[in-house]
């Protein structure tokens, strides 16, 4: 079992950046695929980018690529999200998943979550 706890979010204008982190206790963090995703008001949650155990693998939505960047430190046990030119379209509350085994883009695919930090982009 792992726990996750984001934080990094907040109030920022359009165009502005953020970096987001993850940090995981419990079992060993390099077991795990980990991914961010997020969830706008009235709408589902959803993919935003993920990671492989070995940070080899990193796909990313159609709506962040060339914004957004995710990596991992296994030593440090902590996944991060820089993004960069934000828009008002990326407001949402922003949450870190992992999973055992292969990373996927399905948010229902994955057995722990955290709290979730709330990243709201003015214009």
């Known amino acids: 079992q792992v726990q996750l706890v984001e934080s990094g979010g907040g109030l920022v204008q359009a165009g502005g950046s953020l970096r987001l982190s993850c940090a995981a206790s419990?079992?060993?963090?390099?077991?795990?695929?980990m991914g961010w995703f997020r969830q706008a008001p009235g709408k589902e949650r959803e993919f935003v980018a993920v990671i492989s155990q070995s940070g080899d693998d990193t796909p990313y939505a159609d709506s962040v690529k060339g914004r957004c960047t995710i990596s991992r430190d296994n030593a440090k046990k902590t996944m991060y999200l820089q993004m960069n030119s934000l828009k008002p379209e990326d407001t949402a509350v922003y949450y870190c998943?992992?999973?055992?085994?292969?990373?996927?883009?399905?948010?229902?695919?994955?057995?722990?979550w955290g709290q979730g930090t709330q990243d709201t982009v003015s214009t």
């Open positions: 419990g079992r060993t963090f390099s077991d795990y695929a």
């Open positions: 998943g992992a999973k055992l085994h292969l990373a996927t883009t399905r948010p229902k695919r994955y057995q722990y």
